[in-house]
């Protein structure tokens, strides 16, 4: 079994800052690519951030120069430094993993439950 567990999210006013993380646990072989995706009411899901085991990371156009993605593999950690926030980024964050267990020769995909972010205009 594998658990992906977010926190750090939270309330705050247009432009300041949250930083959300994601640790993972369980039977856990490597972890491979990681990424945040967000759900916001009545839009689709959208992949915010992801990066690579190398920590080669990529953005949605919406937040390049604002959101930082990183990762921490000795802890099993990702996060996501939101900086200059809008309203617009109100949403669910939800952690990404590819996760190869032990016992397994490929990875699976798994998902977090989110961690609600809000912000104020």
């Known amino acids: 079994q594998v658990y992906l567990v977010e926190s750090g999210g939270g309330l705050v006013q247009a432009g300041g800052s949250l930083r959300v993380s994601c640790v993972a646990s369980?039977?856990?072989?490597?972890?491979?690519?990681m990424a945040w995706y967000r759900k916001a009411p009545g839009k689709q899901t959208e992949l915010v951030a992801s990066?690579?085991?190398?920590?080669?990371?990529d953005y949605v156009d919406s937040v390049k120069g604002r959101f930082t993605i990183s990762r921490d593999n000795a802890e099993k950690r990702i996060y996501l430094q939101m900086n200059n926030l809008k309203p617009g980024d109100t949403a669910l964050y939800y952690c990404?993993?590819?996760?190869?267990?032990?016992?397994?020769?490929?990875?699976?995909?798994?998902w977090g439950r989110g961690t609600q972010v809000t912000v104020s205009s």
């Open positions: 990404y993993a590819d996760i190869r267990p032990y016992n397994s020769r490929s990875s699976t995909g798994y």
């Open positions: 369980g039977d856990i072989f490597s972890l491979e690519d």
């Open positions: 990066i690579s085991v190398n920590g080669s990371a």
